[in-house]
């Protein structure tokens, strides 16, 4: 199952920074774990090394990872009796069961060829969420592991502490009013013709800047940096945004009422707009400079804080109907949420695509490779989203254990024997002996081979840097 020995100890020579997945003491570890069970269990561990590897460019395993993992995960099923209490069998064998089924598409794409980052960064987090749920079962208790700068799962490390998602504070889990919580769930356009349709968004697109733009609005009332159609978005700069969208295009309108069944009136964001912000805190400050500048809510809104959607994704979505009626979208979310979603808008267009060939084909049941395709899409934007909110709510692990997210957005490290720091979800920098600040493009690097530390610590080491040298006498 490896690739030819010369081959692979050539490129382990040549990409010496590259450390393992699981340290050989992990490894003892879940040996004796899963001392029951037998060798090929271990299989699944050396095949989860290999692709962490060839991810970051080592030759793809000879017979590639599919049908090893496949055979790997199976033995696993087989054996979990052994392995777990009676306790945790079923659902333990459902994970199991669940993790063959949602990474087969991922694997498969690997073996022929598409070994692009995205590919990696989903089946390596359902992998580490599987294996960690088996581990656990077993006695260990193993946590994923999320590379500093960024949101995308490479491994495991043992941990003793939970990973529960901090909960909603209870300022945003009731931003919305009693009044607005009461009106009717549904709203219409004022026309259900397409093109007198258009004509309405356009002039309520104008309202739609007056209410966020032209330093009149929003904008200027909380301070925000405007980005229009078109404009590059930097979602790792400091400060709230105000994301002005385009016109929602016709096609995707005609698509959207089809796979509704419904017609055009009940499409309500032609006009629409995202307001992006760094913290919690900040969510009902901008809800209520909203109000305060007459802004219309048109129909019950949703706090996808409080209920996600299936896959973990959270905002607040609301629509709001401006002076010539037309109703228009607002969202308000957090960063690391909209860099999520920017990360698995590919999935979420693969399980969109099925189900809307689904409706039009008479809504028939989807097919095996379809129902793959559609579970391994969900469980990766799961991860993906799960790992957003953390980030957001910058939560400590362990039960009751939370932070805001406007507290700690620093995190400092010691670099080998430099100081070094990452700054909310950027990539990590330190100062090299001169005091130049270097940025860290290797996160796999830095994830090995930095350790945090406390902000006092690493004041110290700059200082260290930075102190004179005094030349010694004689």
């Known amino acids: 199952m490896s690739a030819p020995e010369s081959v692979m100890e050539s490129w382990e020579a040549t990409h010496p920074h ?14 004796r774990a899963l001392r029951r069970a037998p060798p090929q269990v271990m299989d699944s561990f050396t095949l989860f090394e290999n692709l962490h590897r060839t991810a970051l460019g080592a030759p793809l395993p000879e017979g590639g990872f599919y049908q090893g993992f496949r055979a790997a995960l199976k033995v696993l099923a087989r054996s979990l009796p052994r392995i777990v209490g009676s306790a945790a069998l079923n659902d ?20 022929a060829g598409n070994d692009t980052a995205m590919v990696y ?27 500093p700068g960024g949101i995308r799962f490479f491994g495991l490390k043992p941990s003793t502490l939970d990973t529960e998602l901090s909960p909603v504070p209870q300022e945003l889990a009731s931003v919305f009013t009693a009044d607005e919580a009461s009106l009717p769930k549904a709203a219409q356009q004022p026309s259900s013709d ?21 330093g009149k609005g929003l904008d200027r009332a909380i301070g925000a940096k405007v980005v229009l159609p078109g404009d590059p978005v930097d979602l790792s700069e400091p400060g709230p945004l105000v994301m002005i969208g385009p016109l929602k295009g016709r096609k995707r309108v005609e698509e959207k009422a089809a796979a509704d069944g419904a017609s055009y009136d009940s499409i309500l964001d032609l006009v629409r707009a995202t307001i992006a912000v760094d913290s919690i805190e900040e969510i009902p400050k901008v809800m209520r400079t909203l109000r305060d500048m007459g802004m219309v809510v048109a129909r019950q809104p949703k706090n996808r804080f409080v209920k996600p959607t299936d896959v973990g994704y959270r905002d607040l979505m609301f629509n709001v109907r401006y002076p010539n009626g037309h109703v228009g979208e607002l969202q308000i979310n957090l960063k690391p949420m909209l860099i999520a979603k920017k990360m698995g808008h590919k999935l979420y267009e693969t399980t969109r695509s099925i189900e809307a060939l689904k409706v039009v084909e008479g809504n028939r049941n989807l097919t095996p490779d379809e129902q793959q395709e559609v579970d391994f899409a969900n469980q990766a934007q799961r991860a993906l989203y799960d790992e957003a909110w953390r980030h957001a709510t910058q939560m400590a692990p362990g039960p009751g254990a939370g932070r805001t997210a406007s507290s700690n957005r620093t995190k400092y490290y010691d670099y080998e024997g430099h100081p070094a720091k990452v700054v909310r979800l950027n990539l990590p920098v330190y100062l090299n002996k001169i005091g130049d600040e270097v940025v860290v493009y290797d996160s796999q690097k830095f994830a090995r081979e930095a350790s945090p530390i406390p902000e006092s610590q690493y004041n110290r080491m700059v200082a260290g840097i930075f102190q004179p040298r005094v030349p010694r006498n004689g």
């Open 121 to 147: 960064t989903q089946v390596s987090a359902i992998l580490a969420n599987g294996l960690s749920v088996v581990l656990g079962a077993a006695g260990l208790s193993f946590a994923p592991v999320t590379i």
């Open 18 to 31: 590259v450390r393992p997945v699981f340290t050989p003491a992990a490894l003892l570890r879940i040996k």
């Open 194 to 214: 397409l093109e007198e349709m258009y004509d309405q968004a356009r002039v309520a697109g104008e309202h739609q800047l007056d209410l966020l733009n032209r």
């Open 92 to 111: 333990t064998t459902q994970v199991i069961i669940d993790l063959m089924g949602s990474i087969g598409p991922g694997l498969k794409r690997i073996d």
